[in-house]
C-alpha cells in the first residue's frame, strides 16, 4: 500500500529526514495526543559514571551493550569498584535507561534486580511522573515510531548519539486506548523476566551444593611453569591452555564425578553467514524477514527477541538451519562462551559465530538432558574457563574451533540432581518464551496503531 502526506517544507529544511519519516511524522503531528517526552519526566535526562578499571567482583557496571529493548543483559558484564553510587545516578525501581550512542534509542526498564548496578556515561536515565505510566513509555520508546524519531535527531560528524535536548522534544503518542493493555503487558513481561532468572539461579545453587568442589579454595596463580611433555598429547601451545586455575578447576571437578565429553553426548554444528547486503536493520524490517542472530545478540541465555538485524524468508527456507525448541547455542567468535536455548516462539538464522548443540541419543545413558547440559555450559568453570583454554585468535578475532567446544568435559550428576535441575530450567525457559510473546503483541499492538 502506497501512502501519501504533505508535508510542510519550512519544516522539513529545520530537520533530519528519511523519506520513511514523513508519514510517522505527519500523524504524530496531527494527534492530540501526541506529547513531547520533556513532559513526562521529573527527574533527568541524566547521565551515569564514567569508570575504566574492571575487576572480577563488584559491582555491574552497565555499558550501552548491555542494554537490550526493554531489559538488561548481564551475559557479558563488566563490574566496578564503587562504595557509594551518586545520588543522580542511583537507580530505582521503574526508572527507564536510554542509550545515547552505539544504537542510539534503545530502552530498559529496571527491575528489582538492577537497583545496585552502575550506569555507564552513555546511558542516559528518565524518571518519569507518577501520573504517566512508565511500562507504556518503554513499550513506545522501543517501537519503531519512537526509533525512527531518534534516527533523524542524532548529532555528532565521529559518533553519532542522541543529544538531551533533542531526545526531550520527542513526540511520545499517549492514547487511553494503548496504555493499560501495553502498561499491564509490560508489567508481565517484567515479572515473567524476574521469575526465570531466580529460577536459574536457584538452578546453579543446587549444582554448586551437589559437586561439592571449593572453587574459591583453587589458586589463580600469576607465575607457572609447564613440562614439556604435558604437551605432547596436545596440539593448543598457548599459555592459557596450561593456566593453572582452569587446568586444577576440572581434576577438582573430576575427583567428585565423573565428566563426559561434549561431543561424545551432542552434535555441533556452526550457522552460516548470509552477507551484510542481505540484512535488513531494525527499522528496515519486512512483515516476513527473519532474525539473524548475531553473537552479541545472546543476552540473559535467551535469543533476542527484538535483534538488530534481520534477513528475508527466502534466504532462511535456502540455508534450512533445522534449529528446534531445546537446541543450545553457544558463540565461538567474538564474544566467546555466551549461550541460549532455543524456545518455541524462536525463529531465526544464526551466524557463523555461534553454534548449534542438540543432544544424541548416547546422552540418555548419562540421563542427561539439554537444560542440564545448558547450565554447565552456562558457568564460568565449565562454560567460560575451557572456552578460554582453546581460545586462538584468528587474524584479529579471538576464535573457538568446533573440534575444541566437543572436548568440553561435563559433568554427571546423579540423576535425581539432574531432573530437579532439568525441571528448573526447563520452568525458567517457558517463562522466558512467554515474556517474548508478550514483547512480540506489543510491539506489533503499537506498530499497527501507526500501520507500519
Known amino acids: ?28 503531528e496531527t494527534s492530540p ?29 552497565i555499558r550501552i551493550s548491555d542494554m537490550r529493548r526493554f531489559f538488561i543483559s548481564y551475559s557479558d558484564i563488566r563490574k566496578v569498584e564503587l562504595d557509594k553510587i551518586p545520588k543522580k545516578a542511583q537507580l530505582q525501581e521503574n526508572d527507564i535507561l536510554i542509550s545515547r550512542k552505539g544504537t542510539p534509542g534503545i530502552s530498559v526498564i529496571t527491575t528489582s534486580q538492577d537497583l545496585n548496578n552502575v550506569i555507564g556515561t552513555e546511558v542516559i536515565l528518565l524518571r518519569i511522573k507518577k501520573e504517566y505510566s512508565p511500562y507504556y513509555l518503554v513499550a513506545f520508546f522501543n517501537s519503531k515510531v519512537f526509533f525512527e524519531q531518534v534516527v ?32 499491564d503487558k509490560v508489567k508481565k513481561t517484567m515479572s515473567l523476566q524476574v521469575k526465570s532468572s531466580e529460577l536459574l539461579d536457584i538452578a546453579k545453587n543446587i549444582y554448586y551444593q551437589k559437586l ?30 596450561s593456566y593453572p586455575l582452569y587446568v586444577n578447576t576440572i581434576k577438582a571437578i573430576q575427583k567428585k564425578c565423573r565428566t563426559v565429553p561434549l561431543g561424545e553426548i551432542t552434535t555441533v554444528k556452526k550457522g552460516d553467514e548470509v552477507g ?12 516476513d524477514d527473519i532474525s539473524f542472530i548475531r553473537t552479541s545478540d545472546l543476552v540473559n541465555y535467551e535469543v533476542d527477541p527484538l535483534s538488530d538485524f534481520y534477513i528475508p524468508e527466502e534466504i532462511y527456507k535456502e540455508l534450512k538451519q533445522d ?37 544424541k541419543a548416547e546422552a540418555k545413558k548419562y540421563n542427561l538432558t539439554s537444560e542440564y547440559i545448558f547450565l554447565i555450559l552456562s558457568l564460568k568453570e565449565t562454560g567460560l574457563y575451557p572456552s578460554i583454554r582453546r ?7 579471538p576464535h573457538l574451533r568446533e573440534e575444541r567446544l566437543k572436548e568440553f568435559e561435563i559433568p554427571v550428576l546423579e540423576k535425581d540432581s539432574i531432573d530437579e535441575i532439568t525441571k528448573l530450567i526447563k520452568e525458567a525457559f517457558e517463562l522466558k518464551d512467554e515474556k517474548k510473546k508478550l514483547i512480540k503483541e506489543i510491539r506489533e499492538e503499537i506498530d499497527n496503531y501507526f500501520e507500519i
Open 1 to 28: 500500500m502506497i501512502k501519501a502526506v504533505t508535508i510542510n517544507k519550512a519544516i522539513i529544511e529545520k530537520e533530519k529526514w528519511t523519506p520513511k519519516f514523513a508519514y510517522i511524522y505527519k500523524k504524530l
Open 391 to 397: 581460545t586462538v585468535i584468528a587474524s584479529t578475532l
Open 212 to 241: 561439592g568442589v571449593d572453587f574459591l579454595g583453587i589458586k589463580k596463580e600469576t607465575f607457572y611453569s609447564v613440562n614439556l611433555s604435558n604437551f605432547s598429547s596436545v596440539d593448543l601451545w598457548s599459555p592459557t591452555y
Open 323 to 359: 534449529i528446534k525448541i531445546n537446541d543450545i547455542l553457544f558463540t565461538k567468535d567474538g564474544k566467546i562462551g555466551m549461550t541460549a536455548m532455543i524456545t518455541k516462539n524462536d525463529k531465526m538464522i544464526i551466524c557463523s559465530g555461534v553454534s548449534r548443540l542438540r543432544l
Open 276 to 287: 551484510s547486503d542481505n540484512y535488513n536493520k531494525y527499522l528496515d524490517k519486512r512483515g
Open 33 to 61: 495526543k501526541a506529547i513531547e517526552l520533556k513532559n513526562f519526566i521529573y527527574e533527568g535526562p541524566t547521565n551515569g559514571v564514567d569508570l575504566r578499571n574492571f575487576i572480577d567482583e563488584g559491582r555491574n557496571y
Open 152 to 183: 533523524n535527531n542524532l548529532s555528532g560528524a565521529v559518533s553519532s548519539g542522541i543529544n538531551h535536548p533533542s531526545l526531550k522534544k520527542l513526540k511520545i503518542l499517549y492514547d487511553e486506548n494503548l496504555i493499560k493493555n501495553i502498561s
